[in-house]
């Protein structure tokens, strides 16, 4: 039996492949550019690139590609051959060190936001090589980063180092005032739990919402949904379980961690779990982790829906975002210490992290903003959209004796300058899980709940990084100037505690207690893309973004107009598609049954005096739902033709928000209504009922 062991990343050019293809000068060199950002020598490049060519040759390849993430919210990929033609008529296999490094795909068609005009087709995509490349399909697949030919970032990935660059600059600020020299390098590391959907594709094929828009448009509620709780953690069906192992295999062939899989909550709903790597790896892994789950479910009979919340009524999925960070000598900076210093050293991080999403709750809120979130957010088991903090009893009684100058848990000794003796030692589980909480900390780490499915990692992370970088920035300016350094950090970690305070909630955040108690704390709550998105261009968000390098201002602009592009342009698509679905087969359907069920009346009560009360007020509730479902989707028509002529973006956002997916609610409630009165044998599509529970 082929052992694990024996096949993980066989198909990536990581560590092991390079000591053994490189020599020790160029293998040396890379390194230095891997871990430390140093420049790349061309020569390096050309000595990589051939070993590169020949490993990925001997591994079957014929092609290569540069691996990018534009702002479309999936991967893109343009496949170029290793053949160059030779004197006497064949061809050679060649892939030159300015190949690896660069290359030049047609940015024409990618979004913009208005960066350049389309006539400014072209595009460059840069080699990451911090992020190993792999083999998939014949093709050597390397990641990159994408911009325009003016320069600026066309993708999620530039921003993102960007981010890890400036959270790496502020965190070596403070260590050094610890004393912490030997550091050369802090990182963020992620990992990014993954919740998914199995349904069986012959029934996917019969419904045009899921093939168009990855969610159910129409659908009530089966008799059984997840009331009785038993699916989650439940024992994994056949099916899924060979999807699962064939998952597994796939994903560790390309050298990504999948370590966790069980059922998740709603029948049919599912989640694997990696293990955590570095923040840019661990999006890039998360980008092909959900290609290839698709891919694998294909060949099972399956797919695999990633939309947040493909069916009403049960759980929606989310991506829980496992958030540290660590230093080149292996400290987890959110883990206590041994010491009082070292549990100083944590305090001051964590009073950043406090701070950090206090002060830029919009940008975390934008970060995770789309449609499919929308729905998603604020129930079952999916944090609402007001950003809060959850620190568990414990810790938040250590914080509330720094802000009081009080011994904490009694002592009666003589008080370290920082409020408390000494820290109590935090194992991994002191804290209870609080799932209705948007970011948790969880012993070492911060769980950011509120991403959707199908996001990329990428955004919430790079406005997570660039907020803690700018409070670090600004602890290590105070502190840097401070002749009491002592005096100074306790004096910082108590007046941050207390200035911010508000963002820390221990309890049910499905509370409407506690909706109403954030409104008087200040807390935001942006509850649609439509309004959190706008927020990005604020001046204390612009100011802070591009005084990192995050973004140009630019960029910053162009961000916001694409995003919510994406919001109008989906929500089109699902509006046009309901409209389709209604005209052309619910309403057919519906009208057909009630007509049919009229002439049986009318055979019937021809043949004997019967007075088919049950017929007749079936066809009385028919006749009157069919009216219903035609005036909604004239409606939802009308609303869909006045969006045609908004030209401006902000505002053609908040009119989806206000008039089409209101429209569009009111055109499934009455659709909804129709389909438990109506013949399962006229009912068009698939049910609720065979989607959940068919595989």
Same mark, same amino acid.
């Given at each position: ?81 290793? #053949? ?7 061809? #050679? ?38 992020? @190993? ?6 093709? %050597? ?109 796939? +994903? ?28 840019? #790896? ?19 009979? +399956? ?37 009082? @210093? ?65 011994? @904490? ?52 992370? #790079? ?158 509730? %028919? ?73």
């Amino acid at each position: 039996m082929e052992k694990v062991t024996d096949y993980f990343g066989t198909m990536v050019f990581d560590d092991r492949i390079m000591k053994a293809t490189l020599s020790e000068k160029v293998y040396k060199s890379l390194k230095r550019t891997i871990d430390r950002g140093t420049p790349l020598d061309i020569s390096v490049a050309n000595a990589v690139a051939a070993a590169m060519k020949d490993w990925a040759i001997e591994k079957g390849a014929t092609h290569y590609t540069h691996w990018f993430q534009p702002m479309t919210g999936v991967t893109a990929e343009k496949h170029d051959s290793f #053949i160059s033609p030779a004197p006497d008529g064949r061809v #050679i296999m060649e892939f030159s060190g300015k190949e690896l490094v660069k290359g030049e795909p047609d940015a024409s068609s990618f979004p913009s936001g208005g960066l350049r005009a389309t006539f400014e087709a072209r595009g460059y995509t840069a080699w990451d090589p911090t992020s @190993y490349a792999f083999i998939k399909d014949g093709t %050597l697949y390397i990641p990159t980063a994408f911009c325009s030919y003016t320069g600026e970032a066309l993708d999620k990935k530039v921003p993102l180092l960007r981010s890890m660059e400036a959270l790496n600059r502020q965190a070596l600020r403070i260590l050094k005032l610890f004393g912490n020299d030997k550091v050369k390098s802090v990182k963020t590391s992620v990992g990014p739990e993954q919740e998914y959907f199995l349904v069986d594709r012959e029934l996917w094929k019969q419904r045009k919402d899921l093939i168009m828009t990855g969610r159910t448009l129409f659908g009530a509620m089966p008799p059984k949904g997840q009331e009785m709780e038993d699916h989650y953690f439940g024992t994994i069906k056949p099916r899924v379980a060979e999807y699962m192992a064939d998952l597994d295999k796939e +994903l560790w062939k390309l050298g990504i961690l999948a370590k966790t899989k069980h059922n998740e909550v709603a029948p049919a709903q599912h989640e694997l779990a990696p293990i955590y790597d570095t923040t840019n #790896i661990a999006a890039d892994h998360n980008q092909l982790t959900m290609e290839v789950m698709q891919k694998v479910a294909q060949r099972h009979g +399956l797919v695999c829906l990633l939309h947040e919340k493909p069916f009403a009524g049960v759980n929606g999925s989310g991506k829980h975002n496992n958030w540290s960070i660590s230093t080149d000598q292996g400290v987890n900076l959110l883990s206590p210490g041994e010491t009082p @210093y070292e549990n100083a050293q944590f305090l001051l991080f964590l009073a950043a992290v406090i701070k950090a999403v206090d002060d830029y709750q919009d940008l975390l809120r934008l970060s995770v903003a789309t449609a499919g979130n929308d729905h998603r957010l604020g129930a079952n088991e999916a944090p609402p959209a007001v950003i809060s903090i959850f620190l568990g009893d414990e810790l938040t009684s250590v914080l509330e004796a720094i802000e009081n100058d009080a011994p @904490y848990g009694g002592y009666e000794k003589e008080k370290m300058q920082l409020g408390v003796d000494v820290l109590p030692k935090f194992s991994k589980d002191t804290t209870d899980r609080n799932r209705t909480s948007p970011f948790a900390f969880t012993g070492n780490k911060f769980e950011f709940r509120m991403l959707g499915s199908s996001n990329s990692i990428s955004c919430a992370n #790079i406005h997570l990084n660039a907020a803690v970088a700018e409070e670090l920035r600004q602890f290590a300016d105070q502190l840097e100037k401070a002749k009491d350094f002592e005096s100074a950090l306790h004096e910082l970690i108590r007046d941050t505690i207390k200035a911010h305070k508000r963002i820390i909630f221990n309890g049910n955040g499905y509370d409407d207690a506690w909706i109403e108690e954030a409104e008087k704390r200040g807390l935001l709550n942006l509850k649609t893309t439509a309004d959190a998105m706008p927020k990005i261009c604020d001046k204390k968000n612009v100011e802070m973004l591009t005084s990192h390098g995050i973004f140009t201002e630019a960029e910053i602009f162009s961000r916001r107009d694409i995003m919510l592009e994406n919001y109008i342009k989906t929500v089109n698509i699902e509006a046009q598609t309901m409209i389709d679905m209604a005209r052309k087969e619910i309403i057919p359907a519906v009208a057909k049954f009630a007509a049919d069920t009229a002439s049986a009346v009318s055979v019937k009560s021809s043949v004997a005096s019967v007075a088919c009360k049950y017929e007749k007020k079936l066809i009385t509730e %028919l006749s009157g739902l069919v009216d219903e479902m035609d005036e909604a989707t004239t409606v939802l028509e009308e609303k869909v033709a006045q969006l045609k002529d908004i030209e401006v973006i902000v505002e053609a956002a908040e009119f989806i928000r206000d008039e089409v997916l209101p429209a569009m609610e009111a055109l499934r409630a009455a659709a909804d209504k129709a389909e438990p009165v109506t013949s399962a044998e006229y009912w068009p599509f698939p049910t609720y009922d065979k989607l959940l529970f068919g595989v």
